[in-house]
Nanobody, 119 residues
Framework: QVQLVESGGGLVQAGGSLRLSCAAS????????MAWYRQVPGKKRELVAG???????NYADSVKGRFTISRDNAKNTVTLQLNSLKTEDTAVYFC?????????????WGQGTQVTVSS
């Protein structure tokens, strides 16, 4: 089994910053992609940012220039730095890991952490 533990969500005013972290543990195998998604009630979960095992990153257009994703392969962690937050960034943020093990490709989700941006 693989466990993902997220931390760092909370309430912040518009223009402020937060830092989200996600740590993977268990039968990890080889982690390929680590990513953050977010979801608001009534809407689909959307990709915020992803980072591959070669450090290649991609971002949603809405967060480019404001959010930064990074990973620590030695610690199996992924971090999302959220700067210049806007009220529309309010959502539950989910960590996602895609990994290769036992000759198969698997994805796992964290439990989610709430980010609330007030005006």
């Amino acid at each position: 089994q693989v466990q993902l533990v997220e931390s760092g969500g909370g309430l912040v005013q518009a223009g402020g910053s937060l830092r989200l972290s996600c740590a993977a543990s268990g039968s990890i195998g080889a982690i390929k992609v680590m990513a953050w998604y977010r979801q608001v009630p009534g809407k689909k979960r959307e990709l915020v940012a992803g980072i591959s095992n070669t450090e290649r990153t991609n971002y949603a257009d809405s967060v480019k220039g404001r959010f930064t994703i990074s990973r620590d392969n030695a610690k199996n962690t992924v971090t999302l730095q959220l700067n210049s937050l806007k009220t529309e960034d309010t959502a539950v943020y989910f960590c996602n890991v895609a990994l290769w093990k036992d000759n198969g490709y698997y994805t796992y989700w964290g439990q989610g952490t709430q980010v609330t941006v007030s005006s």
